[in-house]
């Protein structure tokens, strides 16, 4: 199962569009969540299947009018990390950033990230 939504409305904080703010936490997050729970049993049941989750390259680097944006895919990140630590089949897609030339720096550090259990 592949979890890639997300919106991502800019404004500064001090604008304070919250509509704006609940919106990209609920789908940006809790539809992550809420496919991680609809895929987890199926896949025990079957006994096979993995989770991707598609972050951005926001979670890793904020931009004017992005702040919680950035917020809700380091959060994605995190909740991935958390997730493959219990099992191999929950990873993090790797950034990118399409339009941007990618380095060989940017290339080591997009590579993607699989958990293991401990």
């Given at each position: 199962m592949i979890n890639n939504a997300g919106i991502m409305p800019h404004s500064l904080l001090e604008q304070a569009?919250?509509?704006?703010?609940?919106?990209?936490?609920?789908?940006n997050l809790k539809g992550v969540l809420y496919g991680i729970s609809a895929a987890l049993e199926?896949?025990?049941?079957?006994?096979?299947?993995?989770?991707?989750?598609?972050?951005?390259v926001a979670g890793h680097k904020v931009r004017p009018g992005s702040a919680v944006y950035a917020a809700t895919k380091a959060?994605?990140?995190?909740?991935?990390?958390?997730?493959g630590r219990r099992s191999s089949r929950i990873i993090s897609a790797p950034p990118f950033s399409p339009p941007v030339p990618?380095?060989?720096n940017c290339r080591r550090?997009?590579?993607?990230?699989?958990?293991?259990?401990?």
């Open positions: 569009r919250i509509d704006d703010w609940n919106r990209m936490i609920d789908i199926p896949m025990k049941r079957q006994k096979a299947g993995h989770i991707i989750n598609v972050s951005s959060a994605v990140l995190m909740l991935s990390e958390a997730c990618c380095s060989p550090a997009s590579r993607t990230r699989t958990w293991q259990k401990p």
